[in-house]
């Protein structure tokens, strides 16, 4: 936890002692009353709290200094995995910086995974939220649940930008993939960007059609199967590190 994320309500009420983030400051920051640390309210502002007093709860006062990073125009379209890999994911993803992530429901997909228990109780804004503390940043991206992959593309919307579909290599010319990073490297990635990440057994031809229909291209990441949250973190680093590269830099 790199910075200590609050909602706005919070930002001006004592902190109790036994919230975990209290424990942080007090047992793994050692601050005291009179010491500062990073803290920011979600989505607003990043800046610095100075400590009043430590009782039973932390009062302090907040003094924002920036808006915190911004989100990178990025936004993933992922077929729900096993909750135990959509835990890394949320948490990779938010650490990326990563605008949105989109889940939807697949032809070959798991259909259990999408009543996961990591859905209530706010479970999973909890790991977008660690994710972004440890990357000191703010701002946590959105999600959303969609029940196919056509709702998920409807709430796309129309082709703008770059799209890059993640497959597996294929025997049909209909359906040939390009290195992403020879992809990347030659067109660069357009934002906003969407890239589409499919669950455990991938895509069926079906929806194949689909994501090409949509703008998408089909790419790869070398002949292994990667699971979900592996191809996702090892797709979205390469698209950010070329949308972040100086313009005049060679990637």
Not at 49 to 73: N, S, W
Not at 162 to 181: E, M, N, Y
Request: glycine share 8%; net charge neutral.
């Amino acid at each position: 936890m790199n910075i200590v994320l609050f909602d706005e309500p919070e930002i001006s009420v004592p902190l109790p002692l036994s919230d975990p983030r209290a424990q942080h400051i007090v047992t793994v920051l050692r601050k005291r009353a009179g010491d500062t640390f990073e803290a920011g309210v979600v989505n607003r502002a990043a800046g610095v709290a100075r400590i009043g007093a430590v009782t039973d709860a932390i009062t302090f006062e907040f003094t924002p200094q920036t808006e915190g990073l911004p989100l990178y125009p990025l936004h993933m379209l992922v077929g729900f995995p096993r909750p135990i890999q959509l835990r890394r994911l949320f948490r990779d993803m938010a650490g990326l910086g990563v605008q949105e992530i989109h889940l939807a429901g697949t032809d070959l997909g798991e259909k259990s995974y999408r009543d996961s228990t990591l859905f209530e109780r706010g479970r999973a804004e909890a790991l977008l939220r660690e994710g972004s503390a440890q990357a000191r940043s703010v701002h946590v991206p959105r999600l959303f649940r969609h029940e196919s992959l056509e709702a998920a593309l409807e709430a796309a919307g129309p082709a703008t930008g770059g799209r890059f579909a993640l497959d597996v290599p294929s025997r049909s010319p209909r359906f040939a993939t390009a290195p992403l990073a020879e992809v990347l490297a030659s067109e660069g990635p357009r934002p906003p960007v969407w890239a589409a990440v499919g669950s455990e057994r991938g895509w069926t031809d079906r929806e194949r059609e689909l994501l090409l229909g949509a703008g998408f291209r089909l790419c790869g990441l070398g002949e292994r199967v990667l699971r979900t949250e592996t191809a996702c973190t090892a797709a979205a680093a390469l698209i950010l590190s070329i949308m972040t590269a100086p313009k005049n830099a060679e990637v």
